[in-house]
């Protein structure tokens, strides 16, 4: 299973930015996709998250901000961030929780990251 993440990239303060996920490969089911992020000697952290059935949850930090978007069951999520902060700066990751035979229990899979750059 592969995560593909694109759309990061530099933008000034209050632009804004949209990051893609697809997730391909062998998919019996994804249960939940979302988005984290890490900046520079931060953990990682949840930014927002899908449900199948498109319940969503987002950090106290993009609330308002970032919109979360797309379809579990097809296997894509979107992020849209607005208004954005230096403090937003990071390796921003899509995450699945997908399920395969012969377990069928969600495994956590992780894209390779993409940049976001927030300069004031």
């Known amino acids: 299973v592969q995560l593909v993440e694109s759309g990061g990239g530099s933008v000034q303060a209050g632009g804004s930015l949209r990051l893609s996920c697809v997730a391909s490969g062998s998919i019996f089911r994804i249960n939940s996709m979302g988005w984290y992020r890490q900046a520079p000697g931060k953990q990682r952290e949840l930014v927002a998250t899908?449900?199948?059935?498109?319940?969503?949850e987002y950090a106290g930090s993009a609330e308002g901000r970032f919109t979360i978007s797309g379809d579990v069951a097809e296997n894509t999520v979107y992020l849209q961030m607005s208004s954005l902060k230096p403090d937003d700066t990071a390796v921003y990751y899509c995450n699945a929780a997908v399920l395969n035979p012969p377990i069928y229990r969600p495994v956590e899979v992780w894209g390779q990251g993409t940049l976001v750059t927030v300069s004031s």
């Open positions: 899908m449900l199948r059935g498109r319940y969503t």
